[in-house]
């Protein structure tokens, strides 16, 4: 038998994901790393155009990150707390989320730190493996995005999921590291912004705003 | 009489009430939501939530606060530790009492 307080819990996460915005704040900081990699491939570190390229870009990301909570906040109060209501999680599912961000950050670095130390002692050669890593970034990528699906239910992870995986192997077949990371980034960025642009468009057509006290 | 079954009769009656308890256990998952969020998740009408609403609040289970949201009121709603508490003694005496 299922348990309601685990379903009322799912759905009041569910409604976190319900404007896209989450989404859309993924794919322009994935973007962004995208377009810098373009970038390092474009222009020579030697050309007298790299320094203020890199510096346009360092001033970019600093201001989306220090911006992002506050932008996000401003158009969920304009956009969705008049339409399905402010709420505000609980402390333990914010340490939560927090705690399981840590546990995937340490695996991935004990990973790779254990596969690089096997791949030298066994004589490997590493950039042959290297050249997989936007396989393994859609892999992650895709792995995350099918567990949202499984766990809140929404089939648009499970696309995201899909071509993130396709997406990462396909780059790493076909062009060399740098320029398959850059398009594995950008590609990946284009599609959860306009999968969250989709979702918010939807979100806001379909869903009226109350006039009255919320 | 089963003495598990009899736990039912000691159920807290203010939070046992189905619109009560679906308020309680939407505001038990959450730190804080307003009118709206809380009128979305329950399905209530305006005037059934706000007269539940104000019978737990007279219970100092929740808490409300008025605020405003540009020129549109807000009613932000939580559970006090009280009503927390209150809460998980009553999902565990019915556990306790049905399973």
Redesign the interface.
Known sequence: MSD??FE??I??QR?WYRDGLSEIVFGVIILLQGGWLFFNRLVNSKSSWYLPGALIYILLLAAFSMSVARITAAIR?RFT??R????????S?RKRWIRARIVWAVLAIVTCMMFLRYAGREGWDLDHWIQWLPAIGGLTVGAVSVYVWVRQGLPRFLALGVLSIILGVAVSIEYPLKLAMAIFLAGIGCAWICSGGVTLWNYVRTTPP????? | MNSRLRQIADLDRLIHEPARLMIA??L??????????????TDLT?GNLSSHLAKLEEAGYVEIEKTY?GK?????CSLTKKGRVSFKAY?AALRGALF
């Open positions: 309601p307080l009322a819990r759905r009041a409604f109060e707390y008049s399905s209501g402010y709420v505000d999680y609980d402390e599912v109350s006039a009255d006290e919320t | 256990a939407t038990y998952l959450v730190k804080e939501a307003d009118f709206l969020y809380l009128q979305n998740q305006k949201r549109i009121p807000m009613t932000v999902e």
